[in-house]
């Protein structure tokens, strides 16, 4: 690895910057996943009925399986416009190393998905007569989730980027990696909600993001050089 | 030893020497899995609790440690050829993936058949094995369709090869995380498949059906990755002197 | 099989098949590849 620690977080801020500049411009990037999270978890409630005991007892599952695919809907650009622009190939070739891009572009992911999923989420919650001690949990594991989920998805994103049918590949591929982070965000708010103990759960949830975060942005600027050749 | 490696995984070595290897393995395998299905179904004594019905584990888990062992050897080969660059390596990973994924079908079918007259349905979501298995057969799918959307060959083995490694790293979270997703859910209290207080008689026709398996799965990926290799060297001039001589 | 022969047949036979089909796939798909080789040789063979 080349270049100096001052210089790769000059470069990873460059690109955050940059494309949170980008998504201010645009800013269906931003609202699209959200109004689909809303969207998705409004589909429930009409699929199975008004009944609140039911809407009370699904309501965290609903709201993450909602959160996992509005996730997922907004990471296939997330390499596209600079694959187009051939921004792409600037951060092969700049001396910053590529791993901190690739981090740049996973936190962007989440500053510009995950974490305006979490600030919404609570008034989703409300919809589905969730407590407000509980809300505060769902918005705990939400925001451990999503770091997680960029942070994967990035690399799923970085292997099909240029790729045909790029959007339903992406879900293959990403969506099994994804189940544990399911699991354990959505049986933890579940678990608050019956009353039981919820350490374990979060606790899972950050290592978790710990452990992906070591891996991931290796993998993701990995997939972009090779996706690139 | 650097020399033996690259000699063994040089593509034309590899191809005639897997050719003469295949029947070590499917005479062995097929020995095995005669006396493990003979005695499994017909001399081990019947299961006290699961009655007859537990003869279905003679096949459901070898095919269900298949299924685990071929990721991983998927993942080691497809992270060897892309740290050393060895081709043969990658046309493995290739050739691993499909026959996985059949056998971890293989699993999932013969556990939900021993689930219906054990728990009175086909599927049961509290048993944290089944749900991993699909879970496994979704990690196959992927990597399939990974290699699948990739025309080039050399982009495919290193796209699908960053992929398998990371699925590596993920199965065992996922194994654990399914553990303690099913360990919540106060389900049909569910019968032990097997355990180490297994009877003698009923242990070694497993044990001999999972060897058995393991070389015939062994025959099965030696042969596809032979066609493999075939296909990968198809414009070099080994392959074409052996055609042009009617070698096979 | 003491009422679970249906089901236990059922397993042994579906193993039998999963193996049947990776076995001929393996072999279809050589002897696929072997074909096209030879026909690309001998059409290069007939230009030269």
Redesign the interface.
Known sequence: MTGDAPAMLAGMLGVIRRDLLLAWKRPGDILNPLFFFVMVAALFPLAVGPSPEQLEFSGPAVLWVAALLAMLLSLNSLFLSDFEDGSLDQMLVSPVPLPALALGKSIMHWLTSGLPLVLISPVVAITFRMPASVTGFLMITLLLGTISLSLLGSIGAALTVGLHRGTALLSLLILPLAMPVLIFGARTVSLVAAGDGVAGGLYFLGAYAVLVLSFAPFATAAALRISNE | MWKFIHKLASPPHFYGLAASMIPWFVVPGLFLVAYG?YAG?FVAP?DYQQ???F??IY??VP?AYLSMMTYMIMATSAGIGLIWRIKLAHAVAAAAA??GA??T??AL??GS??G??MWGTWWEWGDPRLTSELIMLFLYFGYMALRGAIDDTAKADKSSAVLALVGAVNVPIIHFSVEWWSSLHQGPTLVRKGGPAMDTAMLYPLLAMILGFTF?FGA?LL??V??EV??RE?RTRW??EM??SKG? | ?????A??W???A??VV??V???W???L??RR??R???V??KALGDTQ
């Open positions: 299905a179904l019947m009655g007859d019905a003869r279905i096949v459901h095919s499909p026959i059949w056998f079908f293989l079918a013969t058949i021993w219906k007259p015939l099965l042969r596809r032979r066609a075939l296909y198809r392959v074409r055609i042009l096979t | 099989m003491g009422g679970y022969g089901y236990v059922t397993c042994f579906m193993t999963v193996f089909i990776c076995e796939r393996a072999r798909r050589q590849v072997y096209d080789i030879e690309r040789i």
